[in-house]
């Protein structure tokens, strides 16, 4: 997902000729901060995944509701959490956009 979201590779899978230059900017924004907002939440899931088993206690593992409490409580607490949310909504919007202009 960070590879995806870092050099933009999703977009090989959009027709350009359906996307306006104002749509392909959306695209390119929107797929970017979304992917790099859903590495980092998997990613969090991850660790408490491998937690869990470094500890032998399951009840540390846990899905993406448990992993953005643990970004909340976090350095960057509160910051982390909206950057990352604001990140999934972007990728919902690149999923409108994925919808309208992929390639068949």
């Not at 995806?4 to 959009?14: A, E, K, S």
Request: net charge positive; with cysteine.
């Amino acid at each position: 997902m960070c590879w995806t979201g870092l050099h933009t590779t999703y977009l090989g899978d959009l027709d350009a000729d359906r996307l306006t230059p104002r749509l392909r900017r959306a695209a390119i924004v929107a797929g970017s901060y979304g992917n790099l907002a859903r590495a980092a939440l998997t990613g969090a899931v991850g660790v408490l995944f491998v937690a869990a088993a470094f500890t032998d206690d399951p009840r540390r593992s846990g899905g993406f509701t448990h992993a953005m409490r643990l970004i909340e409580d976090g350095a960057a607490g509160i910051v982390a959490l909206i950057l990352i949310s604001g990140g999934l909504g972007a990728y919902g919007i690149y999923c409108f956009v994925d919808a309208y202009a992929r390639r068949a």
